[in-house]
């Protein structure tokens, strides 16, 4: 099956630099990248999905990369603000099957220091 | 759009007790909704899909028995801890697929379950 690995676990900036999180993915069938942000007690929310027939998606300062060939995406947030402070998981699913079941990775601490 | 809710956000109960969680989309239809189950600093791990009308698909290693899931409408389905122990407290989040048939779901706010 699916194995979603996430790197860093643990991110610290300062306020108005830039976070990039790397994914990386097995499965050459999946075709739909989602990545959430969840805060703490809280439900995840989607912030930016990608699929696999676009290179690269881009909402204000969050975007998302994808290397189909070299299986890995990557999300970017550029001038960090504090409220960007959360957790942040990639996720991973073939749309075609399974009800398009996700893969999660681990998550990534984002820490924005003022 | 696309808006999820729960209830309870928070539960506390005594061991041997069962206790029910909703997972509600308000405002669209969702012919599957997915149960997940997060312990602190970890991620989600899935536990069942529950699709509207038939029998819920457990994940390996979930016991079908222990966490009966019901989806009796396109906008509810329950998951019910039954016999609840210490072992089962956890943050339990819903996701509902909504019925355009994108890929997108949308989560739950969670609802802490602690089992004294």
């Known amino acids: 099956g699916e194995n979603v690995e996430q790197h860093p676990s643990t991110l610290s900036v300062q306020e108005g630099d830039s976070a990039v999180i790397k994914c990386t993915y097995s499965?050459?069938?999946?075709?739909?990248f989602p990545w959430y942000k969840q805060e703490l007690g809280k439900g995840p929310q989607l912030i930016i999905d990608?699929?696999?027939?676009?290179g690269e998606k881009k909402d204000q300062r969050i975007a998302v990369t994808l290397n189909k060939t070299a299986k890995h995406f990557s999300l970017h947030i550029t001038e960090t603000q504090p409220e960007d402070s959360a957790v942040y998981f990639c996720a991973a699913s073939r749309t075609t099957d399974s009800w398009g079941k996700f893969q999660f990775g681990a998550g990534t601490q984002v820490v924005v220091t003022p | 759009g696309a808006v999820v809710s729960q209830h309870p956000s928070r539960v506390i109960c005594k061991s041997g007790t069962s206790v029910k969680i909703e997972c509600r989309s308000l405002?669209?239809?969702?012919?599957?909704m997915f149960w997940y189950r997060q312990f602190p600093k970890k991620s989600l791990m899935l536990m069942a899909t529950s699709n509207e009308g038939s029998k819920a698909t457990y994940e390996q290693g979930v016991e079908k028995d222990k966490f009966l899931i019901n989806h009796a409408s396109l906008t509810l389905s329950t998951l019910t801890v039954t016999s609840a122990h210490p072992e089962d407290s956890s943050f339990y989040i819903c996701?509902?697929?909504?019925?355009?048939?994108?890929?997108?779901?949308?989560f739950g706010p969670g609802t802490r379950l602690t089992v004294l």
């Open positions: 405002d669209f239809q969702a012919t599957t």
């Open positions: 499965d050459s069938a999946s075709n739909y």
């Open positions: 990608i699929r696999s027939n676009v």
């Open positions: 996701s509902a697929l909504g019925l355009a048939g994108g890929p997108e779901q949308f």
